[in-house]
């Protein structure tokens, strides 16, 4: 009986700490926009955890709502590991999906409250040296005019291999179980920003404040 508390505890804390994001509203009770920024899906890419909480932190609300989680992946966050903590399924390739768990859905809820979601991860190569990897880049389909402002902005200060903006054309041409795949198919706007990790934190936290800044300034400022 007492093996069976003490398992129960601990389930119901893994549930509560590690499945249960974190969730910042900052409203400015003004209309505009309902916009989700969210950071470390993949709990190591940690660049657009800190530039999302010290962004907002000296940024107010004129307009709209903004929704922050910049620690999706908490657990996983504190222990600098990708996937999820208990199984390690890559948590940003289970929405929408059968396979989904707690995490998944408490995002997904989320996201079908909001009109935009800006997404921030980090790949390990540059898309111009290797266009499987998707470092430098900001991929959108239906916030396309937008992400190629953000670019304009990103690569007039930028002295490494210059950004490019990405539109796929077909769901077939990104992975299954994204939150790209999943907000397409809501008609949500979405933008998925790709810092590189080859870079040094502080440059790719600044680069993540520009993209903040262009959406802030647009829609929330």
């Known amino acids: 009986m007492f093996v069976t508390l003490i398992i129960i505890i601990i389930y119901n804390l893994y549930q509560y700490i ?25 709990g190591n890419e940690n660049a657009g955890n800190y530039a999302i909480t010290e ?9 709209g709502t903004a929704i922050l989680i910049p ?12 996937g999820l903590i208990g199984t390690n399924n890559d948590l940003n390739r289970q929405f929408n999906s059968k396979d989904n768990n707690l995490l998944n859905d408490n995002i997904e809820e989320l996201v079908l409250n909001c009109d935009m979601v800006i997404d921030f991860h980090e790949s390990i190569n540059y898309y111009l040296v290797n266009n499987k990897n ?8 239906l916030m396309y005019d937008d992400a190629k402002n953000c670019i304009n902005k990103l690569n007039k200060i930028n002295d490494s291999p210059q950004w490019s903006v990405i539109k796929p054309i077909k769901e077939s041409s990104w992975k299954k179980g994204t939150l790209f795949n999943y907000c397409n198919k809501n008609n949500i706007k979405y933008m998925l920003v790709e810092t590189n990790v080859k870079e040094d934190l502080k440059k790719r936290i600044l680069q993540c404040n520009i993209v903040l800044n262009c959406i802030y300034s647009k829609y929330l400022k």
């Open 134 to 141: 998707y470092g430098n880049t900001i991929a959108s389909k």
């Open 71 to 82: 620690k999706a992946n908490y657990c996983s966050f504190l222990l600098n590991r990708r």
């Open 18 to 42: 590690c499945l249960t994001p974190t969730i910042i509203i900052k409203e400015s009770n003004n209309p505009g926009p309902i916009i989700l920024f969210i950071s470390g899906v993949h």
């Open 55 to 63: 962004f907002f932190k000296n940024n107010k609300i004129n307009r």
